[in-house]
């Protein structure tokens, strides 16, 4: 997870799917990176950092969302 106030982004990751390399690649241009704390953990879902967001009075809708999504059978046996 990682979020930047001044580039309007908020890059939520998944287990398993090179989200480790894209959180290293935005580091320099994120005001917030993820921990092992809530709601900042690594794997957060976009409701908690929603919530997340309308506490704060951050504007959630005018934030650009995106993730990474892998084949569900590269997965399953990456798992295995």
Do not use: C
């Amino acid at each position: 997870m990682r979020i930047s106030h001044q580039h309007r982004f908020v890059f939520l990751s998944n287990p398993q799917s090179g989200s480790t390399s894209i959180r290293i690649a935005l580091d320099p241009y994120s005001d917030i990176k993820s921990s092992t704390e809530f709601p900042y953990h690594h794997h957060t879902n976009a409701r908690r950092l929603k919530e997340h967001f309308l506490k704060q009075g951050w504007d959630w809708n005018s934030y650009f969302k995106f993730t990474t999504v892998r084949n569900p059978w590269d997965r399953m046996v990456a798992r295995y």
